[in-house]
Every structure is written in structure tokens, then in C-alpha cells.
């Protein structure tokens, strides 16, 4: 069973840029389709972005495309989200997931069954 936990979270200012990494324990981390999601309280989880196995097919959100990259180093068991040009839109609690089942790269929640605790960006105006 891999486990995640999310890190680089924080509160910076809109247009600047912020770094999420999400570090998996397990040895079995390269078997799995990795994404992130975020929720706003009342809302439910919305995909920003997923990449596959080996990092060849990545998938982004209408509302991130263009700002967020995500990649993964298989050797480091990591997944990193790099955030450019912030909005206080995507202030969000950020998830990292993982999906060792699914044939194909997925974009809803429901097909990733290991998640981290998540971590909290703020975009202030």
C-alpha cells in the first residue's frame, strides 16, 4: 500500500508562483497514475491534474491548463505541482492521489482509492 503526504502549501499573493510536492512511501509508487485535486469548503473536490505512470500523458483542468505543470520522478517516489501565475481562485486545500486500477489516465475522484491528507494554498488579492 503506498502512502502519500502533500507538502508545500502556503499563502502568497496573486500572480506568484508556489511548488506542491507529494511524497509516497511504498515501493510499488510507479504502478500508479498519480493527480491532483482541490476543494473549497462547501464544494466538492474538482480535478486540476493527473499524469500517468510514466509521466508521458498529463491531463490539466480547463481552469489551470496553461498555468499548472505537473510531473513526476519515479526514482524519488514524487509528484510535484508547479503553480504559476495564482489566483486567489485557486485558493483550495490541494490532495494528492494515486490509481493503480484504472486502464486509461481518469479525471474524476472516484478513480483514485489512495489519497493524501491534502494542503492548504491561499492566493490573497
Known amino acids: 500500500q503506498v502512502h502519500l503526504v502533500e507538502s508545500g502549501g502556503g499563502l502568497v499573493q496573486a500572480g506568484d508562483s508556489l511548488r506542491l510536492s507529494c511524497a509516497a512511501s511504498g515501493r510499488t509508487f510507479a504502478n500508479y497514475a498519480m493527480a491532483w485535486f482541490r476543494q473549497t469548503p462547501g464544494n466538492e473536490r474538482e480535478f486540476v491534474a493527473a499524469?500517468?505512470?510514466?509521466?508521458?500523458?498529463?491531463y490539466y483542468g480547463d481552469s489551470v491548463n496553461g498555468r499548472f505543470t505537473i510531473s513526476r520522478d519515479n526514482a524519488k517516489n514524487t509528484v510535484s505541482l508547479q503553480m504559476d501565475s495564482l489566483k486567489p481562485e485557486d485558493t483550495a486545500v490541494y490532495y494528492c492521489?494515486?490509481?493503480?486500477?484504472?486502464?486509461?489516465?481518469?479525471?474524476?475522484?472516484?478513480?483514485?482509492?489512495?489519497w493524501g491528507r491534502g494542503t492548504q494554498v491561499t492566493v490573497s488579492s
Open positions: 492521489a494515486g490509481d493503480q486500477t484504472s486502464a486509461t489516465l481518469r479525471k474524476t475522484e472516484i478513480a483514485y482509492e489512495i
Open positions: 499524469i500517468n505512470w510514466n509521466g508521458f500523458i498529463k
